[in-house]
């Protein structure tokens, strides 16, 4: 599912370069998810699901068409475009691929 | 001569000091390189559980992390929490599929395997005392 890059011409001598390119970086997953529909969960029990049109160095993130959802189940918007702030986010998951 | 030689290597001295003070002003002091606190590479591709500030839960295949503790992981479930007192953990899990954890919301990270859940040895103790 996720492509590890491997890069042969990356010598045995370059141990941090070994370890920044054999795993999957974070932020390029986000950056990937750009366009997307995801789910980002704050550490509160809300959550927030709409199309990722954006986000920053602190992952403060752009979402389009949100809706917001507690830990009843209960939903909120939809909203058509929000600025969400990064320090209050603890994961973000792709719902598609 | 051999003295204006030797002014003028002196000049050039100077000068290289200079450009030497200038650079390390200009660049911050770095000690050794940092290295990250714990090696994930040693738990990549297996099963970890992270808690988050605020008490969510997950347990899933950790795929990738970068210097800051952000994480990528696979396969994950969500242990939900009762309604009515978020501090207890329910047996419920659901699937967030894959899943970027933001470092600065993390609490904890444990690997699954080699760790298990062990009865409250202090209950016991209370009876007692």
Same mark, same amino acid.
């Given at each position: ?17 070994? *370890?920044?390119?054999?795993? $999957? ?9 750009? &366009?997307? %529909?995801?789910?980002? !969960? @704050? ?17 403060? *993130?752009?979402?389009?068409? $949100? ?9 909120? &918007?939809? %909203?058509?475009?929000? !600025? @969400? ?13 | ?129």
């Amino acid at each position: 599912m996720a492509e590890v890059a491997t890069n042969p011409s990356v010598d045995v001598t370059g141990k941090q370069e070994e *370890v920044t390119i054999s795993t $999957v970086l974070p932020l390029e997953i986000i950056d990937k998810s750009i &366009g997307k %529909v995801v789910t980002v !969960l @704050l550490t509160t029990d809300k959550e927030f699901t709409g199309k990722l049109v954006g986000f920053d160095d602190f992952v403060n *993130v752009v979402l389009e068409d $949100v809706t917001e959802t507690d830990s009843e189940g209960n939903t909120d &918007g939809p %909203v058509k475009i929000m !600025l @969400l702030n990064g320090g209050q986010i603890a994961m973000i998951s792709s719902t598609e691929d | 001569m051999e003295s204006k030689e030797t002014a003028r290597d002196g000049n050039q001295n100077n000068r290289d000091h200079k450009d030497q003070r200038r650079r390390n002003n200009g660049t911050k002091q770095e000690g050794p390189k940092r290295e990250a606190i714990l090696d994930l590479n040693k738990y990549k591709d297996t099963q970890i559980k992270v808690e988050f500030i605020g008490g969510r839960q997950i347990v899933g295949v950790l795929k990738g992390f970068d210097q800051l503790m952000n994480l990528v992981l696979e396969s994950v479930e969500e242990t939900l929490r009762d309604p009515e007192d978020p501090n207890v953990l329910t047996k419920d899990t659901r699937s967030l599929g894959r899943v970027v954890v933001r470092g600065p919301s993390l609490l904890t990270i444990s690997p699954l395997d080699g760790s298990e859940v062990i009865d409250n040895p202090f209950v016991a103790a209370e009876v007692q005392a």
